[in-house]
């Protein structure tokens, strides 16, 4: 019986299904719900890990171990969890081990479109792309097979679209893997150089065996059609063209698309009168064929930037779209871009920033909406835990008394994932900064996932949470305070203090996101028409549940959760706190 | 080309369209049709546009509806539905709750909300349905069950029998939420333009 599953949710129940023992992950867009659905099943482990490095050296850890072990992150996760790969690579698997990484074509909600693929091939991997559900559940059983098969990771890619599309999936019984022995063996595991120039023989070796073994794979299909027009593609480019082009083109299909099966697209590029490769960002299959001396077109016609569509797709390669737009909408509608929630703790600190008119060094998390207007209170965000290091990098440039106006913000679980280190650097190089901490003890962009702040694990078992505070004067900082969002005047006072000590100072900005445990709502924030001059500060705070109605402000009760926000910034005292 | 049945949900984040979509997904599903959907999440969830493709039919390729293709378009807000109006196909059935939600711009007074949407779309189409949705879920107790009350309406032009919506809502939906969500389901089913 066939259910409907997001790419996700295949990807776990074909980890499941693997026999998959040790899984893990850090939460990012579009990969997230993979490790959320895998620990609902029985007999396995996983866990969110403090970031995507960590996850993979313990997926690393649990292959020597024997166990078949998952780890997975989105594209630029893997940027983190890079150093580990590349020597992965090297040292092969015992239990099988796959890498997911979940790209983001198009920028949904990342801050690059990098082209993972790339990174099989720099780690000399195989590479696996599914392009729809059932795909992605069955194809990672291969994956398993092949890792253990030859010795090796194998990087299994998903984009958006397949992450998060949803379709049906015939499901499977797991299969019961014994633990493979565990057998200490220095020259394969110990990566010195000695040990290691044997072993890039063999992982030169292993890329000639697979690139044989991807000629008969069953991962690789030629379609048959018109043969006019031959496409090479893989993941949901394929679906795309075949949508735009039907039975008038032939499809090459690659599942495994690293190393590209040569003698297979031989086969196919001579029974076609003109070959094409649709592929999203860069041009991954196409150089390598055309370093082959294949004659194929691809970014001549097709954006190296954002997603394809079929519509791009049949223009391109018919020069025609069988889709015709029929409605147009009237140019200059508003746009609706993201914003932080009714009650969204974040919000206080932002707008004490523009207040305070103060260069912040960003992060990544709900709070870079804090770079958009009105607050626009952000300077730079560059990837996780950057902040704290920008900030000591704008000091080291522009002196002590510049560093009096900058302060960097970081989320809870980014300051986990990355802001340690920086928070080091920060007091080991003399560093006289201010850092927030916005806790808002959870992970929130991503759909609120705990992490090593919270006290709670991926299964909301109890541990050990990780006091900021603490580790904050561990690491040598000796101005450390705790305030809470919701009270601006202390906020504001808070922030002034620090910033003008010239030492290190850490805030913790304290209180949980309101869309984790949504408050019960007893009050309500009332306007006094006659006190309500319209002077429209309030509005400044960019909350959804205020607007301005003829001349005057107006509470949306129905969203409004009552952090009284509105109130301590109205300076004509027409809104206050009443009884619902 | 194939039959395909394309469904276009568009709306503000916090609207249920994630939900309304997947019962879509599961109702076809049991009816024998292969499916497709493509979701919205991660920061565009907060607050922002969010617009969900759902396909259906013998054999279903690229998750995405292309512009001009869609046999519905699902507006759970008004602006929404304006703005998404492109992916309509010629004859296509417009769907509309006549709900306006504020962006943040507008909020601000700094640009306006605009004016006769109902009516430009209607123009437009020729067949807009403009469905009280919010005051039909308010009227049940439970603002959340707009997408239910627009998938109740949806429901009336597509030949899947009343109990496969019932029951894609049952195994969709958690459980004390069920008999809320079905109520509302009617409620859209039974709705007649006026």
């Known amino acids: ?580 | 080309m194939v039959e395909v049945v394309n469904i276009l949900l568009a709306g503000v984040g916090g609207q249920g369209i994630v939900l309304a979509s997947r019962v879509l997904a599961d109702v076809a599903l049991q009816s024998g049709k292969a499916v497709k959907v493509s979701e919205t999440h991660g920061m565009a969830q907060r607050g922002g546009s969010v617009v969900t493709h759902v396909r259906f039919g013998e054999q279903v390729y690229s998750p995405l509806i292309a512009l001009g293709q869609a046999d519905f378009l699902l507006g759970f807000e008004k602006l929404e539905a304006m703005r998404f109006l492109p992916y309509l196909k010629k004859d296509g059935r417009l769907i509309v709750n006549d709900q306006e939600i504020y962006p943040l711009n507008v909020l601000l007074g700094k640009e306006k909300y605009p004016p006769e949407i109902s009516s430009y779309l209607k123009e437009q189409t020729g067949q807009m349905c403009l469905v009280p949705a919010q005051e039909i879920a308010q009227q049940l107790g439970s603002p959340r069950v707009v997408n239910m009350v627009l998938l109740g309406v949806l429901a009336q032009f597509l030949d899947i029998p009343q109990e496969k919506w019932e029951e894609a809502i049952y195994r969709c939906v958690r459980p004390e939420f069920r008999e809320i969500n079905c109520q509302a389901f009617r409620k859209g089913f039974s709705w007649k333009s006026g």
Not at chain 1, 40 to 53: L, R, T
Not at chain 1, 162 to 190: F, T, W
Not at chain 1, 309 to 330: M, Y
């Open chain 1, 1 to 580: 019986m066939a259910v409907v599953l997001s790419g996700n949710e295949a990807v776990a129940r074909g980890a499941f299904e693997a026999g998959v023992k040790v899984a893990a992950a850090y939460p990012g867009t579009p990969s997230t719900e993979i490790l959320e659905n895998f620990v609902k099943y029985e007999g396995v482990y996983g866990e969110w890990s403090p970031n995507e490095k960590v996850a993979l050296e313990v997926g690393f850890g649990a292959s020597l171990g024997g166990a078949r072990a998952l780890v997975v992150m989105k594209h630029v996760g893997l940027n983190v969890a890079a150093d580990p790969l590349m020597t992965l690579s090297y040292i092969g698997v015992n239990g099988g081990l796959v890498v997911v990484t979940a790209d983001d074509p198009g920028m949904h909600s990342s801050q690059n479109e990098q082209d993972n693929r790339l990174y099989a091939r720099f780690a000399k991997i195989p590479l696996i792309e599914p392009s729809d559900s059932q795909e992605a559940k069955d194809f990672l059983k291969v994956a398993y097979d092949l890792s253990e098969r030859f010795d090796t990771p194998v990087l299994f890619r998903l984009t958006t679209r397949v992450a998060h599309g949803r379709s049906p999936v015939v499901l499977g019984e797991r299969k019961q893997i014994p633990l493979r022995d565990y057998a200490k063996n220095v020259p394969k595991n110990v990566m010195l150089p000695v040990y290691a120039r044997q072993r890039h023989l063999r992982v030169e070796e292993r890329r000639k065996e697979l690139a044989t073994f991807a000629e008969k794979s069953t991962l690789n299909q030629i379609i048959w059609g018109g043969r006019k027009f031959g496409i090479i593609a893989s993941g949901v480019s394929y679906q795309y063209a075949r949508e735009a082009l039907g039975e008038e083109a032939s499809y090459l299909k690659l599942g495994l698309s690293y190393p590209l099966p040569l003698g297979l697209v031989r086969e196919f590029a001579e029974q076609v009168e003109q070959l094409f490769v649709v592929e999203e960002l860069e041009p991954f299959i196409e150089e390598q064929l055309k370093a082959a001396g294949f004659s194929v077109v691809g970014k001549e016609v097709f954006p190296r930037t954002g997603e394809l569509s079929p519509e791009l797709i049949a223009r391109r390669i018919r020069g025609t779209s069988p889709f015709q737009v029929h409605f147009s909408r009237p140019e200059g509608l508003p746009n609706r871009p993201p914003l932080m929630c009714p009650g969204c703790p974040h919000r206080g600190v932002f707008y004490v920033l523009k207040k305070l008119k103060v260069v912040v060094t960003g992060d990544i998390g709900c709070y870079t909406l804090g770079a958009l207007p009105p607050f626009q209170a952000m300077d730079s965000c560059l990837c996780m835990g950057a902040s704290i290091g920008a900030s000591l990098g704008l000091e080291k440039a522009r002196g002590k008394d510049f560093a009096r106006q900058v302060v960097a913000v970081i989320g809870d679980s980014t300051f986990v994932h990355s802001g340690l280190t920086g928070l080091v650097d920060l007091i080991y190089n003399k560093g006289t900064g201010t850092v927030i901490i916005l806790d808002n003890r959870t992970t929130a962009m991503t759909g609120h996932q705990d992490h090593p702040g919270t006290g709670f694990t991926i299964k909301k078992e109890e541990t050990k949470a990780l006091d900021f505070a603490e580790v904050a004067s561990a690491i040598g900082v000796k101005r450390v305070s705790t305030v809470d969002p919701y009270d601006l005047e202390n906020l504001e006072r808070v922030i002034q203090e620090e910033l003008a000590s010239e030492e290190v100072s850490v805030i913790i900005s304290k209180r949980p996101c309101v869309l984790l445990n949504p408050p019960k709502v007893d009050k309500r924030i009332e306007v006094d028409a006659d006190k309500c001059k319209g002077c429209k500060r309030c509005l400044q705070l960019a909350c959804p549940a205020l607007s301005f109605a003829g001349d005057r402000v107006s509470v949306n009760e129905e969203i409004c959760n009552c952090c009284s926000l509105c109130v301590q910034v109205c300076p004509h005292q027409a809104l206050k706190v009443g009884e619902r």
